[in-house]
């Protein structure tokens, strides 16, 4: 408190008891603030009128969709950002270790089965804590809620831009703007006016700077095949790896390439993360349920496969 002290006039320490205390406590967390910025961040209340709305109509929608498997409101959520809309861009944790894998889902909000199957997965790890708690399991269902909570849902977000092309690549300057003009300039693929200007990109990037995950599983619909950029730095045995998963699953295997800001393109790419799409077979929400019993077992090996050491210098143990 002296270095507060020092820092600030006498004046402010003087006054009743009570509002001495109360500058002492603004003083105290406005230190801490300068100290660690990063760990200052709060996140907002759970119990808070906006989060129950937003879960309300989350699970409207489930019903919507014949749903009746989820239960939302049950997972220990979090959330630091919001949308444009209001809405809050959630996330859960599970389990501890050094070995950390990210889930995304709904990235599109006009791909629904994505979401149901990211909801289920984090319904099925917080069921089983014992399976998982030597791994972090980081796990954000729905990414794009506005998109997603429209009438009719949407590719983009509500400032009509596509999330996945809006990531701060180094190529985004040279070939994002004009690759979207010479392919038409259609709006569901529309990248931003700059890089990183959504709140849903900015929180896909906390995520990732927060818990430096060693792997990645975004979800997509419907282009039916698995994808996967990264690592570099061992590239060959990942490969290897996916031929297997492809083979157990009986699902084609493509190597789609990357986008400038896009999510491969960003992770595994440029910071050499395992990164794997999962492109569903549909947008279909009725098949969602199927669809998470068809890749739950990839999905719980993708959980446990060994990596060890930090990006960009991440290794494949075995498989």
Known sequence: MSILRAEFPNDVFAGPAIHRTLRWCCLFLIG??????ASFALAHDMQSA?????????????????????????????????????HP??????????NCVLFLGGVHGDEPP????????????????????????????????DGFLSSTPT???????????????????????RQWENKGRNKRYFPGNKPATEQETLFQMALMKRFRPQKILSVHSP???????????????????????????DYPLKKFGYYPGSLGNYAGHERNIFTITLELPSSNPRCS??????FQPCILKFINLPVVGLPPHTKLVSY
């Open 223 to 249: 282009l039916n095949f698995l994808d996967y950029d990264g690592s570099s730095s061992d590239l060959d045995s990942f490969e290897k790896w996916m031929v297997k998963i492809s083979r157990e699953a």
């Open 289 to 294: 349920k199927d669809y998470f019993d068809k």
């Open 32 to 37: 801490l603030s300068l100290l660690h910025p």
């Open 114 to 145: 994505a979401v149901h199957l990211m909801l289920r997965l984090a319904q099925y790890v917080q069921d089983n804590p014992d399976l998982f708690k030597n791994t972090c399991i980081v796990i954000a269902p729905l990414v794009n809620p």
């Open 155 to 177: 590719r983009v977000n509500a400032g009509g831009v596509d999330l996945n092309r809006n990531f701060p690549t180094k190529d985004w300057q040279a070939k994002a703007i």
């Open 50 to 86: 906006r989060f129950q709305t937003f879960i309300s109509a989350l699970e409207d929608k489930a019903k919507q969709y014949g749903w009746n498997d989820l239960q939302p409101s049950k997972i220990k959520w979090e959330y630091y950002r919001t949308s444009r809309r209001g």
């Open 89 to 98: 861009l959630m996330f859960a944790v599970f389990g501890q270790g050094s």
